[in-house]
């Protein structure tokens, strides 16, 4: 069953009262069924629910990986980029400031600059890291759901 196609457990419930015969080959009618059968019935259900609330979690937690994977890339993609523009620029900069001014001040005022750039490097890395959850939202929400119905069946 795909996570896409889950129904409510009181709809899988329903639907098997309604019918004359269920997926499972026994009859809909719920009123002539044991007690042990009617609860195998909720345990299997239950049983169900947990797989499916264990794959939406295992998809949420795939989802948030890749993003944490993406901006790590862009961590180190700005890192190697960083470093070759600092190497090269900082060297024609430091020797066209040479031709004004004393030569360690414009390595000084070079090294400023790539150290400005740097900072903004990282903190846009850190603001697209912060956006990222690692809790599994729609689980959570669709686990309280779930126990709200189990209060409230009929609800």
Not at 74 to 96: D, N, R
């Amino acid at each position: 069953m795909s996570l896409t196609s889950r129904k409510p457990v009181q709809e899988r419930g329903s639907e098997a009262r309604d019918g004359d015969a269920r997926a499972d080959g026994r009859r809909g009618d719920r009123s002539r069924e044991s007690l042990g059968t009617l609860f195998s019935d909720v345990v299997e259900d239950a049983q169900d629910l947990f797989r499916q609330e264990v794959e939406l979690a295992k998809a949420e937690v795939r989802e948030e990986v890749a993003g944490a994977g993406r901006a790590a890339g862009m961590f180190g993609a700005a890192g190697f980029a960083g470093y070759m523009v600092a190497v090269f620029l900082s060297l024609a900069l430091a020797f066209g400031l040479a031709n004004v001014m004393d030569a360690g001040w414009a390595a000084l005022i070079v090294a400023g600059l790539w150290a400005l750039a740097g900072g903004v490097l990282f903190l846009r890395g850190r603001a697209r890291m912060s956006r990222l959850s690692p809790r599994p939202e729609r689980t959570l929400r669709t686990l309280k759901e779930d126990a709200a119905w189990a209060r409230h069946p009929t609800g």
